[in-house]
């Protein structure tokens, strides 16, 4: 595919998403190239990062299904082995930050890790693979990273910040709630500075769980094109890239669990932070 157009054309598609929207004119069909993909503007849906969330969130359940119908006692072996394994880890992270009690944190933050951590790994297949195989079929574009789509990122990061919601009132109440952003850090007679600064404080929890994620694994993703585009640029440069495409993608492997980490971690953080009462 790199072949076949520019270098800038080669990055701009596979940045772009497979997108079905309604266009200026009020109908709604599917786009077929970059200036139809602008025009949709908000009025757009990516179906790609829709359908390998979604994919990638049913193989993850079907797997632990199978791994709990089969689970036996005494020594674990294989899958389950390493499905006790995770769970323990994630139960130790749930202890050691979030203080309260709740049935939901623990399934919330093990589900949290391995579904963005299987989103960040569809990085790791080569960039052309899935598109080139998509494009051959007639489907215009293909991106197969979700978690490299701001879209994707803040759906989940606004569905925290509902739970963050959800605790504040459900353990401080309304009147708690309230007085925590109107009457701290300052005096009371400072409120309207108060509501200003923690009502941004609590605006940037879900923005910057967004935008983190996303960042890293957009810029991850950058790389790798760049890298493919080596390819493309004769024998000297094509055998560099090979040497930067597995140093990049061993690299790669530490920022994907890293960043899995760090959104289920904060996300119990701030969900303690949401059931604690603050004087």
Known sequence: MASEITPKGYIEHHLT??????????????????????????????????L????????????????AKKASTGVPQGFQNFCEWVIEFIDNSVRGSF???????????????????????MDLIPIDWIPHLAYSMGIPFLKVVPTADINVTLGM?????????????????????????????????????????EGINLIAKPISLALRLFGNLYAGEMIFILIALLYSAGWVLAGAGVFLQLG?????????????????????????????EHH
């Open 17 to 50: 998403n497979l997108t079905y929207g309604q266009f200026p004119d009020g109908h709604w069909g599917w786009a077929t190239n970059v200036a139809e993909v602008k025009q949709m503007g908000f009025m757009a849906i990516h179906v790609d990062s829709v």
């Open 52 to 67: 390998f969330a979604v994919l990638l969130g049913v193989g993850f359940s079907f797997f632990f299904y199978k791994v």
């Open 99 to 121: 203080t309260g009690k709740s049935n939901l944190i623990a399934p919330l933050s093990l589900t949290i890790f391995f579904w963005i951590m299987l989103m960040n790994m």
């Open 157 to 197: 990061s606004m569905t925290v910040f509902i739970l963050i919601l959800f605790y504040s009132f459900k353990f401080k109440g309304p009147g708690g709630f309230f007085s925590e952003l109107a009457f701290q850090p300052f005096p009371k007679w400072l409120m309207p500075a108060n509501l200003i600064l």
């Open 248 to 276: 990049w993608a061993i690299f790669h492997i530490f920022i994907i669990m890293l960043q899995a980490f760090i959104f289920m971690t904060l996300t119990i953080v701030y969900l303690d932070m949401a059931q604690q």
